[in-house]
């Protein structure tokens, strides 16, 4: 029988050396040679027959070379080679090969193929060699002298493992084959008695037959063991968001044929850092107990969590009784202003039937975003106008604007300082006179509240011949004196410049009408009897922890230094600090009454002269017509 097969060229360049003048002289074929068929003219041969070996090769130039190789299928035994000459009528290059008489009967085929043109060229085919083509070679014959008496060949190549679940491949590590017959595989009997899924060493008998009836038997030793890795169950890449937990065995599972779950044993070689937005590449690994191992991949996606903004939480007054919506003016939206305001978690405490301050909590808790909790403070309260604290009965010289005491203060039912307190008058100031004036405001909640004051206008002349009105104080003096604080002399002088005595602040103090709540008992000052023109007043001022003596002594006709007046007016008048209108001074930093001089600064009474506020100076009777005028008015 013959047999024709077709090959086609795997093909690479291999450069054999040439003779220099070839080399140069043909530089512009660099072509190798196309292999295109290969035949052999018989199949069954007997010894000391010719087998003729044809190949068909295709190049550009003339082929210097055409060889094949042929050996034994199954011995190891070096390869035969076979030189090939062209044969113009078939265009195919021919070599013969004649089988020695005293050849076994066996199997024989084409190994290898190689074409080289006078360029050096070259083009090959190998099977089982040391080459760059790899070629599973199909092309063969079978030598047969015409007398098989020899049964077929087992040849074990390595120890047969066999996984201990299946399936059972009992021939996989064997090469049978027959000198004559070129395939008895489909012949082979096996016989064992393994027992299912138990691991072990167990014998296997096999027997295989050729086609003449030679018969030939061989056993081996199998062993039975867990050859299978595990599995991993639900690995998938998966999003979290930064700043979250994650757990990377979430609904993770590892199966084996052999030791069931082994979820337990799975290993995370890697780690993942939630505060870092980004990829992160995680690792599976998990080995059963027969030291199978398997990994597996996933990605972990960290991404950056969308920002929530809550608006319109600003604190509500309810009235009791009346309805109070907790979502009325609230908006929730996200970066891209989405509207989350309906998936808000509304918490509230509101009670409509008592009064009292309570909260509502506005949450948002959603995967992908950062959660977000803003609150508000609800006053569910009576019906209750706001207030004006401060206000005071007003002297103005005519021809000045009105304005509002330093001390207004407006506050709505919430204890929340109102802006803008509105002025009108009763008539328009055309002259000197009473007048009053209505101060009125209106909180946010629509709520008002009015108090009229009186307003007295003054003819702008003086009452002292000593302080005219161009005087730089003569306002704060003459003020002064048209409320009844201070007094002049019976001389018509107020002599502003002159230090003012400790008894007359006292008597000043006591006529400005201030409440001396007594908060001690009464002393005796050895200097101010009971019979002292100002026994009364320095004693209320005493009893009333503003004004102290020294050593039994009160000192009444002693002056005044600016720091005691500090201490006395903090006092009397019960002044706190606004930090908002502190004034520093570079004289007072270390002063026993730093404290009293700043609360002054802070309430806008004193301003103290190119940054100093000189506090061991005597206090002179314009200066502390001035301080008593910024605290009365």
């Known amino acids: 029988m013959q047999r024709l097969l077709?090959?086609?060229?795997?093909?690479?360049?291999?450069?054999?050396?040439?003779g220099t003048a070839d080399t140069m002289a043909n530089t512009a074929d660099s072509t190798p040679p196309d292999i295109l068929s290969i035949q052999i003219d018989k199949a069954v041969i007997a010894p000391g027959e010719k087998v003729t070996v044809s190949v068909k090769v295709k190049d550009d130039s003339t082929l210097e070379w055409v060889y094949v190789k042929i050996k034994p299928k199954y011995r190891s035994i070096s390869s035969t080679s076979i030189q090939l000459k062209y044969d113009a009528a078939s265009e195919t290059y021919i070599g013969t090969y004649t089988i020695p008489a005293a050849a076994f009967n066996e199997q024989w085929?084409?190994?290898?193929?190689?074409?080289r043109d006078i360029h050096g060229n070259v083009s090959y085919l190998a099977d089982n060699e040391l080459s760059l083509n790899n070629w599973s070679s199909t092309v063969s014959f079978t030598i047969f002298d015409g007398n098989d008496i020899v049964p077929p060949t087992f040849q074990k190549k390595g120890t047969l493992k066999l996984n201990v679940t299946g399936p059972f491949n009992f021939t996989q590590n064997l090469v049978i084959y027959d000198d004559v017959d070129s395939n008895v595989s489909t012949s082979v009997k096996v016989k064992h008695d393994i027992p299912s899924n138990i691991p072990g060493t167990y014998t296997v008998h096999y027997e295989a037959s050729d086609t003449n009836g030679n018969i030939a038997r061989f056993s081996q030793e199998v062993i039975l063991t867990d050859l299978e890795a595990p599995k991993f169950q639900n690995i998938r890449n998966r999003t979290v968001y930064a700043g979250g937990k994650v757990n990377l065995l979430e609904g993770i599972k590892a199966i084996d044929n052999?030791?069931?779950?082994?979820?337990?044993?799975?290993?995370?070689?890697?780690?993942?850092?939630?505060?870092k937005p980004g990829e992160h590449p995680i690792t599976y690994r998990v080995s059963d107990k027969a030291g199978n191992t398997i990994s597996s991949f996933a990605v972990i996606t960290v991404a950056a969590k969308s920002k929530v903004t809550i608006e319109g939480a600003d604190d509500k007054l309810v009235l009791i009784g009346r309805s109070f919506d907790p979502?009325?003016?609230?908006?929730?939206?996200?970066?891209?202003?989405?509207?989350?305001?309906?998936?808000?978690?509304?918490?509230?405490?509101?009670?409509?039937?008592?009064?009292?301050?309570y909260s509502v909590s506005y949450s948002y808790e959603k995967e992908g975003y950062e959660t977000k909790t803003v609150y508000r403070q609800v006053t569910v309260a009576p019906y209750s106008a706001p207030r004006i604290t401060g206000l005071k009965d007003m002297h103005l010289f005519e021809g000045e604007a009105i304005k509002l005491p330093r001390t207004a203060k407006a506050y709505?039912?919430?204890?929340?300082?109102?802006?803008?307190?509105?002025?009108?008058?009763?008539?328009?100031?055309?002259?000197?006179?009473?007048?009053?004036?209505?101060?009125s405001v209106m909180d946010h909640f629509g709520f008002s509240y009015a108090e009229t004051r009186n307003l007295k206008v003054l003819a702008k002349m003086n009452s002292f011949i000593d302080v005219p009105v161009a005087h730089p104080y003569f306002k704060?003096?003459?003020i002064m004196k048209e409320m009844g604080i201070i007094n002049g002399y019976p001389d018509q002088t107020f002599k502003p410049g002159a230090s003012i005595s400790r008894k007359h602040v006292a008597s000043l103090i006591y006529r400005s009408g201030i409440s001396l709540e007594p908060i001690r008992e009464k002393t005796v000052f050895t200097d101010v009897p009971e019979s002292h023109t100002y026994y009364t007043e320095i004693m209320a001022l005493y009893q009333a922890g503003i004004v102290d003596g020294t050593n039994g002594k009160f000192?009444?006709?002693?002056?005044?230094?600016?720091?005691?007046?500090?201490?006395?007016?903090?006092?009397?008048?019960?002044?706190?600090?606004?930090?908002?209108?502190?004034?520093?001074?570079?004289?007072?930093?270390?002063?026993?009454?730093?404290?009293?001089?700043?609360?002054?600064?802070?309430?806008?009474?004193?301003?103290?002269?190119?940054?100093?506020?000189?506090?061991?100076?005597?206090?002179?009777?314009?200066?502390?017509?001035?301080?008593?005028?910024?605290?009365?008015?």
């Open 258 to 275: 052999v030791d069931g779950d082994i979820t337990s044993s799975i290993r995370i070689l890697s780690f993942v850092d939630t505060s």
């Open 412 to 439: 709505n039912i919430m204890g929340m300082e109102i802006d803008e307190i509105s002025t009108s008058i009763d008539r328009e100031m055309t002259s000197p006179g009473n007048y009053w004036v209505t101060y």
């Open 6 to 18: 077709i090959i086609f060229v795997l093909s690479c360049l291999s450069i054999f050396a040439l």
């Open 327 to 357: 979502l009325e003016g609230i908006k929730a939206t996200d970066e891209l202003n989405n509207d989350l305001t309906g998936e808000l978690n509304v918490t509230s405490t509101v009670n409509l039937t008592q009064a009292g301050l």
């Open 109 to 115: 085929y084409v190994s290898y193929i190689n074409a």
């Open 476 to 478: 704060e003096i003459q």
């Open 555 to 633: 000192n009444p006709e002693n002056p005044l230094t600016r720091a005691q007046l500090a201490k006395i007016l903090v006092n009397a008048f019960h002044l706190e600090r606004d930090p908002s209108h502190l004034l520093s001074f570079t004289d007072t930093n270390n002063h026993w009454a730093s404290d009293y001089i700043n609360i002054l600064s802070s309430n806008q009474i004193t301003t103290g002269s190119m940054g100093k506020f000189n506090p061991n100076q005597q206090v002179s009777r314009m200066h502390y017509a001035t301080f008593m005028y910024r605290i009365v008015q």
